[in-house]
């Protein structure tokens, strides 16, 4: 179900940049390919700071917590609003038109522990700008970022960024896009030069050259000339490149090319536009943030390119309360107000902050809103526009727009906000599952009641971070996604909650599943003078495709088991999964077929069912040779060719399976499958054993049986 487009203007009269102007985009990409340097350079150039920061001197904007000064890494996805007013075609950089666009900018992290930030952000954007390293290329982290800006439809413009480095090669990236990542990818600002001899750009679309000045004005003045010798003849390559691209997927250009008319610099424009937005072309600019070069014109492809909240289709909802009940959300500001949140954040000086895109109508400060999760509904106290770590009060918030709020208290990341009277609910992002945890307890009883408030506000923060207490020990566990981001929590408890803390080693969270089919039986008959228990399951588990989870049908005929029964039967089922037989971790992928049982008139109820299908499933574990599973994780390494033999040997050494080698001028990239358990203190190892030159990435790629020869010993260290 698509809304129709609105037929009236969406505009509210007191907004201050009309919708067809507004957009907003993530800049998202690898760890290290520059995309806080880059956002740090359009805020310059928008005129935002007047000052630029650098990420290794711990001064970009927005880099502003201080784990990310001292690290130089980005952590928590930070949010700035800025405004551009688009150049004229020629001349110089001090001339402009009239056009004052809104950007609305969210600098996301490149490693892979905060992910869900990525993932969060790309759920409320309705464009992104994927950076890439012009010698690295593609690398992991990149391709899980391109693959969830797929999974929301998120149109999208690459940057090659550091066509200053020694190695860079705009081409090499360029086909690495096109192959590694199946874009349709088209070249729109071509570097002049590379490495030490990187001068500017040349503009594919109307055939010039940008050449961009080396002194003390960080590149804010430029020149456009005509093209000479060799790069023209670059240019005239790419623009029939482009119009072919064009033309094979815009119905309208490629009409005119068919006809064989002359189509307009303004007419492939446009073309550009449409089948960038349907996620049909990927345009592609180089240039260096570092070295100010590219950046004023990768803003106009942003504008030109990538959609406003009115470009792309309007948000679908679905009722509370009948899931197959779709509802339109249309993108104005005369609609019924429909927000999401999409991130939550204790502010030390505001309290709790809620992030929330605008999908429809108007926001207003001590208006109130309706969560339709909880069916209650609270009071706005503040409105934000967050500039990174600077807050600025609004009176109002449109559609379209990405703001926060202050004052809502029972709300969780994923949450629909509408106006009371509506009853809306919007898809809220997914989120992986923690891969490793630890044990944490306070330094002394004063501080017990603290981390307790402490990581409770922490795991409302992040999805991917969760806190449970361990039944047979009683200890604390946290789990996230590695071991940087479990430090980063750590190092947060003691920083803004003041909470010394103890941790234990860090622990893999293993999983179990089954390898063959099993009956299971599971009865409870308890008689105790008075009123007994009885309860009676039979079922069948059988092993489920990888990533279903667990799946249950009910196949009870003649009332074996009385329908006001099955929900107790599931919910057994259900937590019989929490733990395995082998060492108690939970169970995935399993399917199971309730196939009937015996009850009593008096003595069966609800809790007696639940106990019977919990021991029906222990029964049926058994049968069905469980198994234990780890996480793998795939490994990159870059390293000298020199060291690329040692870098193999150890990989293989910690159970990693190689995958294939590749060559990047004078260094080689190894790719491995590696499990996780053995790759705990490896930045230290990989730096040993290439005089620290090399480097290296991992993503969670899946699980795998664990080898019995090393289930004995993670049992043993489970139970203790």
């Known amino acids: 179900m698509r809304p129709p487009r609105l037929t009236v203007n969406p505009n ?120 890439f390293c012009g010698v690295a290329g593609v690398q992991p982290q990149s391709e899980t970022v391109w693959r969830q800006a797929t999974k929301y439809k998120v149109p999208r413009i690459v940057f090659v960024n550091k066509m200053d480095r020694t190695g860079a090669n705009f081409d090499n990236v360029f086909s690495e896009v096109r192959e590694k990542l199946g874009a349709n990818a088209v070249r729109i ?112 492809a942003v504008i030109d390119y990538l959609p406003s909240p009115l470009d792309i289709p309007a948000a679908i909802g679905m009722d509370p309360d009948d899931e197959t009940r779709h509802i339109g959300v249309p993108t104005t500001d005369q609609g019924k107000f429909t927000a999401l949140a999409f991130k939550l954040w204790a502010d030390k000086f505001v309290g709790k902050l809620v992030f929330f895109r605008v999908y429809s109508g ?37 559609s379209g727009d990405i703001a926060a709020m202050v004052g809502l208290k029972n709300v969780t990341t994923g949450d629909t906000l509408a106006a009371p009277d509506h009853d809306v609910v919007l898809e809220p992002p997914t989120f992986p599952e923690p ?46 996604m590695g071991e940087l981001h479990l430090e980063i929590i750590v190092d947060r408890l003691r920083r803004e909650f003041k909470v010394e803390a103890n941790t234990g080693a860090p622990q893999i969270a293993y999983r179990e599943t089954i390898t063959r089919n099993a009956g299971g039986e599971g009865k409870l008959v308890k008689q105790s003078g008075g009123r007994g228990q009885y309860g009676h399951v039979r079922l069948e588990m059988k092993p489920n495709e990888k990533g279903k989870g667990l799946t249950i049908e009910n196949k009870v005929v ?21 733990n395995g037989i082998i060492a108690g971790y939970p169970v995935i992928d399993v399917h199971v077929d309730i196939l009937g049982g015996s009850y009593h008139e008096v003595d069966s109820n609800e809790n007696a069912f639940t106990m019977a299908a919990i021991f029906a499933m222990k029964d049926g574990f058994k049968k069905a040779k469980s198994i234990l599973l780890e996480p793998i ?15 193999m040997g150890d990989l293989s050494r910690r159970r990693g399976h190689i995958q294939n080698t590749e060559s990047k001028g004078t260094l080689s990239i190894v790719h491995a499958n590696v499990p996780l358990k053995e790759m705990f203190g490896y930045s230290t190892a990989v730096r040993t054993l290439s005089s620290g030159r090399a480097s290296y990435s991992m993503t969670p790629s899946h699980f795998e049986q664990v080898p019995s020869n090393i289930v004995e010993e993670i049992v043993s260290e489970r139970l203790g």
Request: glycine share 8%; hydrophobic share 35%.
């Open 189 to 300: 600002l071509i570097p002049i030069g590379s490495e030490d001899q990187l001068k500017g750009q040349i503009d594919v679309i109307n055939q010039k050259a940008v050449y961009y000045s080396d002194d003390d004005t960080f590149g804010s003045t430029y020149t456009i000339k005509e093209l000479e010798d060799d790069l023209k003849e670059t240019a005239a390559e790419a623009y029939e490149a482009l119009l072919h691209a064009v033309a094979d997927v815009d119905e309208l250009v490629g009409e005119k090319f068919l006809m064989e008319e002359p189509v307009s610099r303004e007419e492939l424009k446009q073309g550009i536009r449409r089948a960038t937005i349907a996620n049909k072309l990927v345009p592609v600019a180089g240039g260096s943030a570092f070295k100010n070069k590219g950046i004023q014109y990768l803003l106009d």
């Open 12 to 131: 509210s009269p007191n907004r201050p940049t009309v919708l067809e102007r507004t957009r907003n985009i993530g800049i998202a990409a690898h760890i290290d390919a520059g995309k806080t340097t880059l956002t740090e350079r359009i805020l310059f150039y928008t005129g935002m700071i007047h000052r630029i920061g650098e990420v290794h001197d711990g001064a970009a904007t927005t880099d502003w917590m201080e784990q990310e000064r001292e690290r130089g890494i980005t952590i928590t996805s930070a949010a700035v609003t800025t405004e551009w007013w688009q150049r004229a075609e020629e001349g110089t950089v001090k001339l402009f038109t009239e056009q004052k666009q809104r950007i609305n900018i969210i600098d996301t992290p490149g490693h892979v522990d905060f992910t869900a930030e990525v993932e969060r952000s790309l759920r409320v954007l309705d464009g992104a700008i994927v950076v």
């Open 633 to 647: 994780m795939a490994v990159e390494v870059s390293t000298p060719d020199d060291y690329q033999g040692d870098v």
């Open 362 to 398: 108007v926001v207003k400060k001590g208006d109130t809103v309706y969560n339709p999760r909880t069916r209650r509904s609270e009071r706005v106290g503040r409105l934000i526009q967050i500039q990174a770590n600077e807050h600025k009060d609004i009176d109002a918030c449109y």
């Open 558 to 578: 003649g009332g074996e088991i009385p329908k006001d029964f099955m929900n107790a039967v599931f919910k057994g089922v259900n937590e019989s999964m929490t």
């Open 435 to 480: 891969v490793i945890s630890m044990a944490v307890e306070p330094r002394t009883k004063a501080d017990q009641e603290k981390l307790a408030m402490a990581l409770g506000r922490l795991s409302e923060e992040d999805p991917t971070f969760t806190v449970k207490t361990d039944e047979e020990t009683g200890q604390t566990i946290i789990s996230g």
